[in-house]
């Protein structure tokens, strides 16, 4: 599991294109993680207009997020 942990998504410090790569986060939404920034936590994107509670835990659940 060391490639995961090194090609994980930060979000604190992810490009806009890199979180573009997470599930249900295209452009726009990675823009407003990148606005939202620092997050104490991956369950704050719940913050973010359009990510709830279900495509949070998809989100979690792809694997591609740091822990």
Do not use: K, Y
Request: glycine residues 10%; charged residues 30%; hydrophobic residues 35%.
């Amino acid at each position: 599991m060391a490639s995961q942990a090194r090609d994980c998504i930060d979000l604190n410090s992810a490009s806009v294109e890199r979180l573009d790569e997470l599930p249900h986060v295209g452009p726009a939404r990675a823009e407003d993680i990148v606005r939202g920034r620092p997050w104490a936590s991956p369950d704050e994107l719940t913050r973010i207009g359009g990510i709830g509670s279900g495509r949070f835990e998809d989100i979690q659940e792809s694997g591609l997020l740091c822990r």
